[in-house]
């Protein structure tokens, strides 16, 4: 690798300035923004908006029809990633709250995407599995609890289609991954996740540091040796 550093630094204007020279804004996703904000801080939960961009032109470039979303939260992403689906597209939603998956629903129908998406509450392990083993993924995005990372990772895999994309969200931690004097469970977790994806054979992955870190990972059609 180059010694020489390729990334720019980003300060909270010149930030501002990369997000507002994308297609990161409308009013259904800012209002839906405004109202989970209202949460208090657990609103952080939410994705930013240049991810729900990005993953919504992935969607499409690979042309996806069937995509999961592990921790759905107010729906921010799904609704992004809904919209990026075709008419006979089908997103299916794993979340265990009804409070917050009800902010949700609203803001989906008020898009326009609510025939498109399946919301299953419950633990997310159990509704994946419960899926016939025929059930196959062109897309899925990972982003809730950070202890089961590699559970949801290895049951969507095994779902994805050749050269589908796996998403998985918070991959930094908020920097906690090089901290090694943080030892709670979620960072080993997120360490663990990360640590395996980098030496899995049965895919292509990059990390991006996006937000809070963004891992793409695309499923080889075949495994090389």
């Known amino acids: 690798m180059s010694t020489i550093s390729k990334f720019t630094a980003l300060s909270s204007t010149l930030y501002k300035y990369a997000v507002e020279h994308g297609h990161n804004d409308d009013p259904i996703r800012r209002e839906l923004s405004e109202e989970t904000a209202k949460l208090g801080p657990i609103s952080a939960m939410e994705i930013a908006a240049e991810q729900g961009t990005l993953m919504a032109i992935l969607a499409t470039a690979i042309g996806a029809k069937s995509a999961v979303e592990v921790g759905t939260f107010t729906g921010y992403s799904a609704l992004c990633v809904a919209r990026a689906l075709p008419d006979d597209g089908h997103l299916l939603c794993c979340d265990v709250s009804?409070?917050?998956?009800?902010?949700?629903?609203?803001?989906?129908?008020?898009?326009?995407?609510?025939?498109?998406?399946?919301?299953?509450?419950?633990?997310?392990?159990?509704?994946?599995?419960?899926?016939?083993?025929?059930?196959?993924?062109?897309?899925?995005?990972?982003?809730?609890?950070?202890?089961?990372?590699?559970?949801?990772?290895?049951?969507?895999?095994?779902?994805?289609?050749?050269?589908?994309?796996?998403?998985?969200?918070?991959?930094?931690?908020?920097?906690?991954?090089?901290?090694?004097?943080?030892?709670?469970?979620?960072?080993?977790?997120?360490?663990?996740?990360?640590?395996?994806?980098?030496?899995?054979?049965?895919?292509?992955?990059?990390?991006?540091?996006?937000?809070?870190?963004?891992?793409?990972?695309?499923?080889?059609?075949?495994?090389?040796?």
């Open 98 to 225: 009804e409070q917050w998956t009800s902010i949700a629903r609203r803001y989906w129908e008020k898009a326009g995407v609510t025939n498109k998406i399946t919301l299953k509450l419950g633990p997310a392990v159990e509704t994946l599995r419960a899926l016939p083993a025929s059930h196959t993924f062109d897309f899925a995005f990972i982003d809730a609890a950070k202890s089961t990372y590699r559970t949801y990772y290895e049951e969507i895999l095994k779902r994805t289609r050749p050269n589908g994309l796996i998403l998985l969200d918070n991959v930094l931690w908020n920097g906690a991954v090089i901290d090694q004097t943080n030892q709670t469970e979620d960072t080993k977790a997120i360490r663990a996740i990360n640590d395996f994806i980098v030496h899995d054979d049965r895919v292509e992955a990059v990390m991006l540091t996006l937000a809070d870190g963004l891992t793409i990972v695309r499923k080889k059609s075949r495994r090389t040796t």
